[in-house]
């Protein structure tokens, strides 16, 4: 079955993995901007890492007959020092421009600090200054229900906001319905330890329904699985769920979520 | 949205629920075994509030263990958190 990776950082991942996600039927991936786990020296590191991901990953991706799209911003564990924070945002504008950039993630919280807030709000200013869609991480472990609150807060109080063109991402049971309800995409990932697995986010399909779902792998640096969402369908086929319903997952969501930005420009080759 | 294969259940979930709650159980034992383990610490409560949720007839036990495992949430944390 054709899928979407709407969420993973193939910079971190080698040619190979990319050669079996598009044997398993991946066709396109989304790659947020983050954190490389250690704290970047300077802005133009930051520069050629967004040089990175709209110019050399979207021709690796293609090299594997994968269609790479890219999110511009400043992930929450380098947002405590503002002012930097603040110079890394002057950069994105150019970068936002760019023809495989859908938009600004991911961008929101980690330790939940004021500093933080005061990174996140210049971030999500910027993405309503030209209309940008914007992908949100949310936190881990003990402070993900908290910092999910204050960023739907946030959100909440910015009257330019437009839920459909917002993405709260790594929900877990105890937030999922908090970003659904609020007019929001869910994002769920199968990471191992930390976040879902296959079942459980089969789980809250069953709870939730499919409708404004997204499943991703959140593949990075750390352990973690570029093909988790193979795994899911499988788990959700071994469950007995229709294929109708596991392509809306996989591939239909992630098309209309994509489809928004004026810069996906994805045309599926095979008649499916 | 039912479960589409509402029959099957009880027979796929059965053996690795029980491999998991050996695991567990086994786990315990290990934190028990371990000498010089401070009594008060509160990653302790957490687990023993976990495992209630588990015993509890009540649905939604996942949301409930993570909720057993979060932070609590101030709706007046902008008040506290105030604007940079
Ligand atoms: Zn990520």
Redesign the interface.
């Known amino acids: 079955m054709d899928f979407f990776d709407p969420h993973i950082h193939v910079a971190s991942r080698t040619t190979d993995d990319l050669a079996l996600m598009a044997k398993m039927g991946c066709v396109v991936v989304g790659e947020p901007a983050f954190w490389m786990g250690y704290d970047r020296g300077g802005v133009n590191s930051f520069h050629d890492y967004f040089r990175q991901l709209t110019e050399w990953e979207p021709k690796r991706c293609a090299a594997a007959g994968i269609e790479h799209y890219a999110w511009m911003g400043l992930n929450a564990k380098e947002a405590e020092n503002v002012g930097f924070a603040r110079e890394v945002i002057a950069e994105l504008p150019a970068f936002l421009e760019r023809p495989n950039v859908l938009g600004v993630g991911e961008i929101g919280l980690h330790k939940c600090t004021r500093n933080e807030v005061t990174t996140l709000l210049g971030l999500i200013d910027a993405a309503l200054a030209s209309s940008q869609m914007m992908l949100f991480h949310t936190p881990h472990l003990e402070d993900k229900y908290k910092g999910t609150r204050m960023i739907l807060d946030v959100l909440a109080d910015d009257r330019r906001v437009d839920p459909a063109r917002v993405c709260i991402d790594h929900c877990e049971e105890h937030t999922i319905r908090l970003a659904l309800e609020s007019g929001y995409w869910a994002g769920v990932t199968l990471y191992p330890t930390t976040k879902a697995t296959p079942e459980r986010t089969a789980d809250m399909v069953e709870m939730y329904g499919p409708e404004r779902l997204l499943v991703n792998s959140s593949a990075d640096w750390g352990p973690s699985n570029p093909l988790a969402v193979p795994e899911f369908i499988a788990t959700m086929r071994r469950r007995g769920h229709p294929d109708s319903l596991i392509r809306r997952l996989v591939y239909e969501n992630p098309l209309a979520w994509f489809r928004q930005s004026e810069h996906f420009r994805f045309a599926p080759a095979r008649a499916t | ?5 509402t029959s ?1 259940v009880l027979d ?1 979930e059965f053996l690795p629920l029980r491999a998991r709650l050996i695991d567990l159980a086994a786990a315990l034992d290990r934190i028990d075994r371990a000498s010089g383990l401070p009594a008060a610490d509160p990653r302790r409560e957490q687990i023993a509030h976990g495992l209630a949720v588990l015993n509890s007839p009540e649905p ?1 036990r ?2 409930a263990v ?2 057993a ?7 007046e ?2 008040a506290k ?4």
Request: aromatic share 12%; net charge positive; proline share 12%.
């Open positions: 949205m039912a479960n589409a294969a099957g796929r939604n996942a949301e993570l909720a495992f979060s932070l609590p949430y101030d709706p944390w902008r958190t105030p604007r940079g």
